[in-house]
């Protein structure tokens, strides 16, 4: 049964990254209903959002087909529901901070950028993890 989808990817600056992806889906015969790019300045990464109707077996092949072919960092899939109960993350530590390990280890994340003195990470969590990182920071 077809539904609506949000797919979120990472990436790095990328020569034909957006012509890649709409190839990707257009190669598929699934329409796109919107399609947005962010450039995240504090961790210089581009974030892409795209929205289409589809059923969820050929939409998890195209997630697992870009996060392969075009070699973005990690790439997400969600559907309406999810959107309201689930926040992405990109976080960024130094290596020498101390509560990094502890939120990282919350939250699940992955790290997807690791330079000498930061590290980037990423992660899916709903909102009841959220809470316990408030609970956390206000330590």
Do not use: W
């Amino acid at each position: 049964m077809k539904q609506e989808f949000t797919i979120t990817l990472f990436s790095e600056k990328q020569e034909g990254l957006i012509n890649k992806t709409a190839f990707i889906l257009t190669r598929r015969k699934i329409n796109i209903n919107s399609f947005s790019v962010f450039f995240c300045k504090t961790v210089n990464l581009y974030r892409f959002t795209i929205t289409l109707i589809e059923t969820e077996s050929a939409v998890q092949n195209v997630v697992y087909q870009m996060e392969k072919i075009i070699e973005v960092f990690k790439c997400y899939l969600q559907t309406e529901t999810e959107l309201s109960t689930h926040q992405i993350l990109l976080l960024k530590f130094l290596n020498s901070d101390e509560k990094a390990k502890q939120v990282t280890s919350i939250i699940n994340a992955i790290p997807i950028i690791r330079e000498n003195d930061y590290c980037i990470y990423t992660s899916k969590t709903d909102n009841e993890t959220m809470q316990q990182l408030d609970l956390i920071n206000s330590f």
